[in-house]
């Protein structure tokens, strides 16, 4: 079972994506851990692959809109955002929770990064602030709609 994690992890995506040579398509993914997504980011960015965000994508799994224009998102994509946590629960307020949050927020593109830090890293794991994929191509044109 110790194959799973790392295609999940190359893969930029949870068990809700699909995903070949040439693009990742996630349909569901709650995230994980930031530096596996980092690292999967990496790969596809470093490979020239798409990504097509066609369902919801939250957490860390937000990092692959740094992406920008080797990613779309389908109008109605729900995009979710929360602050750090610790197991099941959100940490204190403080510099160390703002190093954890800013580990996914340094990802984001603005507009969506500075919204993050001023706003929605203080949500717990619970509750996140939900964007649609057309919210994202307002605020980040660079990011198409999915055709």
Known sequence: ????????????????????QNVVVIRHDEGGMVHEYVAAMRKIKREGRRVEIRGSCSSACTVNLHLADQVCVAPDARIGFHGSNFGLGSLPEGSLKHTMDMEIGQWLPEPIRSLYEDEWR????????????????DLVPAIKLCE
Do not use: Q, R
Request: proline fraction near 6%.
């Open 122 to 137: 203080h949500n717990g794991l619970f509750a996140h602030e939900w964007l649609t994929g057309s919210d994202v191509n």
């Open 1 to 20: 079972m110790k194959a799973l994690p790392l295609i999940l992890a190359l893969s930029a995506c949870g068990p809700g994506a699909i995903y070949n």
